[in-house]
């Protein structure tokens, strides 16, 4: 069975940091991503990497503040968020991608296969 578990949401002021993790159990996959979703907005792309090469992908409101990466040996992969702000509050997820889709970015949410239930991250002024 597959599962992504995510760990490391919390309450932290603005300015301040947070690291999520993803653990993925059951498989490894071809890339994995974070996505966020605030309340009454759509879900977006936050970050995602490619697990054999470590490429990596941002966001443009995400870009210099969060840095994405993975532990190969522990099929973990990680989110540190520095520099937090207000409007980076909203329920973030990670999803792994067997890398069998015909759609090309890693951004797509349409790409990932597997999801995790999500951790809060809020973020006050």
């Known amino acids: 069975q597959v599962q992504l578990v995510e760990s490391g949401g919390g309450l932290v002021q603005a300015g301040g940091s947070l690291r999520l993790s993803c653990a993925a159990s059951?498989?490894?996959?071809?890339?994995m991503g974070w996505f966020r979703q605030a309340p009454g907005k759509a879900r977006e792309f936050v970050a995602a990497?490619?697990?054999?090469?470590?490429?990596?992908n941002y966001a443009d409101s995400v870009k210099g503040r969060f840095s994405i990466s993975r532990d190969i040996a522990k099929n973990t992969m990680s989110l540190q968020m520095n520099s937090l702000k207000p409007e980076d509050t909203a329920v973030y997820s990670c999803?792994?991608?067997?890398?069998?889709?015909?759609?090309?970015?890693?951004?797509?949410?349409?790409?990932?296969?597997?999801w995790g239930q999500g951790t809060q991250v809020t973020v006050s002024s």
């Open positions: 999803a792994g991608d067997k890398g069998v889709s015909v759609i090309g970015a890693l951004s797509d949410e349409r790409r990932y296969d597997y």
């Open positions: 990497i490619n697990w054999s090469l470590g490429k990596t």
């Open positions: 059951g498989r490894t996959f071809y890339a």
